[in-house]
């Protein structure tokens, strides 16, 4: 009996592990994306609205 305690025990010890770590794995990758698309976003609008040519000293 306690042996299979012990193994339902371990397994979701195991489980709640893994699944920790995909989090922190799954929370990397949509802050990844979410800095990719800021720094597309901002590359793609203010290289428009800023002339830099007109600039003049």
């Given at each position: 009996?306690?042996?299979f305690i012990?193994?339902?025990l371990s397994?979701?010890?195991l489980a709640f592990?893994?699944?920790f770590i995909l989090s922190f794995?799954?929370?990397g990758l949509i802050s990844g994306?979410?800095?990719l698309a800021t720094l597309a976003y901002r590359s793609l609008v203010f290289s428009k609205t800023?002339?830099?040519k007109g600039?003049?000293?």
């Open positions: 009996m306690t042996d012990l193994a339902g397994a979701g010890l592990v893994a699944l794995v799954t929370l994306m979410i800095h800023i002339d830099y600039q003049t000293a």
